[in-house]
């Protein structure tokens, strides 16, 4: 019979304490009410640490405080999360079911609550409700033209070097890997007048769990809910459109939240991803080589990302809709769960060795699963191939500008990043962002007269997007099919 282990119903109940010999007693410096860990503070700076003591005090289930001592389960073995994620009949991510919010353990000021407080749309509904919601967000996903996709990623990852390609200097986390994927999703959700630094900044903050997430919350719904009663009056060929327009018919409430999920579980997601890829790429010489020598694509190697720094480390959160057990401990009805993401994908039952080799295995943690599995995946994964793709394009001989153990990050209980990646490389002019990617213009060829070694003049490269555009020119239309660079350049303009 499993023994009756700690259940966290609340935070200064003495009476709910751990039983004498539980592993909660002792634990000494940097722990909260009744013995628990903290996941936040100055103790949980490194929360993989964190989840290490808790696996090895507890096991697959731990228990542990949020910020305000707020109690809640981690889930830390990969079965285990698996088995809370595809098991929706024990198990939901409806908050309003969460004891410490109805019995006012959370107050409203709570610096999780954006993350916490129930909204209408389908993360947080489950039945027939969260068929309907979900089923206008994969509706609006699928118009998306995926092909068409790329080509923007490239050209908007293009933009992006153009603007510290000449300087041969750069922080890749400041100005690649933060910038990229919203301006990408601002494009797809048919804002991209509202790509700016402010809206960056305020993207990062909202999941930081500070004073100011609350504020950063509302700058990005105006936002949303501005693009949300635009598209209500003028219908157009992007994401927010065809989600007003799916047959759910969701309301502007269930619009402006849906268009918020999406934007940020697709910018967190890869902005970190981004950063992670690009670390190990410039910190770790086997993996550049294996990559630069074909013996792993980009793809592989984002998958690798995935599995050894998944873009957010955990989500809250999940809830019981009855009392169960996972992982050996007892879940009382209303207790909150964490997915712990990160600490399920060391989980040494299913990775003993985590220098293994994980190509070609998507068994990962970092999208979820079950019901609530990311809908976004694909966008996601096709900014982390393109952009790093792109950026190793343009600049080869990329450096780290710094020693690898000078590099910060910055954590949160939602994820782990990078603050800053500074990289050095050979100054390079600004390229056309409509080039063939991989396709440089010839060198002039050395003319008769031109001695051996003399060196050629260099061309000159139109700026992209400060030069007037000159006036078309009149040119008949070619007999025949075009040749094959033509159709190929035709292909990647989208004609």
Do not use: T
């Given at each position: 019979m499993t023994p009756d282990p700690y259940s966290p119903t609340g935070t200064h109940d003495t009476a709910l304490d751990p039983p004498p010999g539980c592993p909660a007693h002792g634990l000494g410096l940097g722990t909260g009410p009744g013995g628990l860990r903290r996941l936040y503070g100055p103790e949980a700076e490194d929360l993989g640490a964190v989840y290490e003591k808790l696996r090895a005090e507890h096991g697959a289930v731990a228990p542990a405080l949020l910020h305000d001592d707020v109690p809640v389960w981690v889930v830390l073995g990969h079965g285990e999360n698996m088995h809370m994620v595809r098991t929706p009949s024990q198990y939901s991510r409806d908050p309003r079911l969460w004891t410490c919010l109805n019995d006012g353990t959370i107050k409203p000021d709570h610096p999780l609550m954006p993350i916490i407080a129930w909204q209408p749309m389908c993360s947080h509904a489950e039945g027939d409700e969260h068929l309907r919601l979900r089923g206008a967000v994969t509706g609006a996903m699928s118009t998306i033209d995926h092909r068409g996709i790329r080509r923007h990623i490239n050209r908007a990852s293009q933009h992006l070097v153009n603007k510290f390609c000449e300087k041969g200097t750069a922080d890749l986390v400041a100005q690649f890997a933060e910038h990229l994927?919203?301006?990408?999703?601002?494009e797809v959700l048919g804002m991209p007048e509202e790509y700016n630094d402010r809206i960056v900044q305020a993207a990062r903050d909202l999941l930081k769990g500070t004073e100011t997430s609350i504020a950063s919350n509302e700058y990005i719904m105006d936002a949303l809910m501005r693009l949300t009663a635009s598209r209500r009056v003028e219908s157009r060929n992007d994401f927010a459109s065809h989600l007003i327009n799916h047959p759910a018919r969701l309301n502007d409430e269930e619009v402006g939240q849906h268009l918020r999920l999406v934007l940020i579980a697709a910018y967190e997601n890869t902005a970190n991803l981004l950063a992670n890829v690009l670390r190990v790429v410039l910190t770790d010489p086997g993996f550049r080589a294996r990559l630069n020598g074909g013996q792993m694509t980009v793809p592989q190697a984002v998958e690798q990302s995935m599995w050894d720094e998944p873009p957010f480390s955990a989500i809250l959160g999940y809830f019981a809709k009855q009392e169960t057990e996972l992982g050996g401990q007892r879940i009382r009805k209303g207790d909150g769960l964490i997915l712990g993401i990160a600490p399920g994908n060391v989980d040494p039952r299913v990775r003993p060795d985590l220098k293994a080799n994980?190509?070609?295995?998507?068994?990962?943690?970092?999208?979820?699963?079950?019901?609530?599995?990311?809908?976004?995946?694909?966008?996601?994964?096709?900014?982390?191939?393109?952009?790093v793709d792109a950026l190793l394009n343009r600049v080869p001989d990329i450096q780290l500008d710094c020693d690898e153990d000078e590099l910060n990050w910055r954590s949160s209980i939602s994820n782990r990043h990078l603050v800053e990646l500074p990289v050095k490389f050979m100054p390079r002019p600004p390229q056309d962002v409509m080039q063939l990617p991989s396709m440089n213009p010839l060198p002039p060829q050395r003319s008769k007269d031109m001695p051996v070694g003399a060196v050629r003049p260099q061309p000159v490269v139109p700026e992209p997007a400060t030069a007037e555009p000159a006036a078309p020119v009149a040119t008949p239309e070619p007999a025949g099919r075009p040749g094959l660079f033509g159709r190929l350049l035709r292909w990647w303009r989208g004609d």
């Open positions: 994927p919203m301006a990408v999703m601002c994980m190509q070609g295995n998507r068994s990962h943690l970092a999208f979820s699963g079950g019901p609530h599995e990311c809908p976004g995946q694909d966008i996601g994964r096709a900014i982390a191939d393109v952009g």
